[in-house]
């Protein structure tokens, strides 16, 4: 069963609007780790944020934030303010530790900011 | 430290040859991963070490492929009797595991295979 769930493939944005994109997951591990990678046309994978599944609070780190839903089994990428830097394509990706140490990825979405 | 590094970043070869890319990871990191990527889609898992011990291999894995990180430093990724399906990106991680933080993975720039 697919672990990882990116339904938007593309996504166009205006310069300094925000834009949440979206990741549900699938596990059965009541332990396990959500991160965000960006990957720019250069193809460095650059990690983003992190949310763990016993975590209280939303992750934010900057102009990115996580809405972390459990009961939904989502973790959607919020990004504010976006800029043109900002266009790549973004990963959402997960760790249970019932499948091992390494990080499942889902297909990704490839967002687009204009000016 | 500048981060993870991978060589060759590009390599053609024809199909039958066997091809091998190297991963140095950041230093102070005792896991190492590799990941092949296809255009358009996510990393997909290939196999994970804990210092020189393959813990984990996909079923990806072909028996045509073989990893290795004889010391606990470095790792190669050797791919026999190339097919034109190994054509990808081949991307390498390394992590300082749970004791780091989150244990995020950072990913090197990758390593791109064509096999004509």
């Known amino acids: 069963a697919q672990k990882i769930t990116q339904t938007q493939p593309g996504m166009f944005v205006q310069e300094k609007e925000a834009v949440t994109l979206d990741c549900t997951y699938d596990?059965?591990?009541?332990?396990?780790?959500l991160f965000w990678y960006k990957q720019p046309s250069s193809g460095e994978m650059i990690f983003l944020i992190y949310?763990?599944?016993?975590?209280?609070q939303n992750a934010t780190e900057g102009r990115y934030s996580l809405n972390f839903q459990k009961a939904r089994k989502s973790a959607n990428l919020v990004i504010s303010a976006s800029q043109l830097g900002d266009s790549a394509m973004y990963f959402c990706a997960m760790r249970d530790w019932q499948a091992g140490t390494a990080l499942i990825f889902g297909k990704g979405t490839t967002l687009s900011v204009s000016s | 430290d500048t981060g993870v590094s991978q060589n060759p970043r590009h390599k053609i070869t024809k199909r039958g040859q066997n091809v091998t890319f190297r991963c140095d990871p950041i230093?102070?990191?005792?896991?190492l991963y590799w990941y092949r990527q296809t255009l358009g889609q996510g990393p997909e898992f290939l196999t994970y070490?804990?210092?020189?011990?393959?813990?984990?291999k996909s079923r990806l894995l072909s028996d045509r492929f073989s990893a290795e990180r004889p010391k606990g430093s470095f790792s190669t990724l050797e791919i026999q009797r190339t097919e034109q399906g190994d054509s990808a990106m081949y991307l390498c991680?390394?992590?300082?595991?749970?004791?780091?933080?989150?244990?995020?993975?950072?990913f090197g720039e990758g390593s791109r295979l064509t096999v004509l």
């Open positions: 070490f804990q210092n020189e011990a393959q813990l984990e």
């Open positions: 596990t059965s591990d009541p332990s396990y780790g």
């Open positions: 230093s102070e990191h005792n896991r």
């Open positions: 949310q763990g599944s016993y975590d209280q």
């Open positions: 991680a390394s992590s300082a595991g749970l004791a780091g933080g989150t244990g995020e993975l950072f």
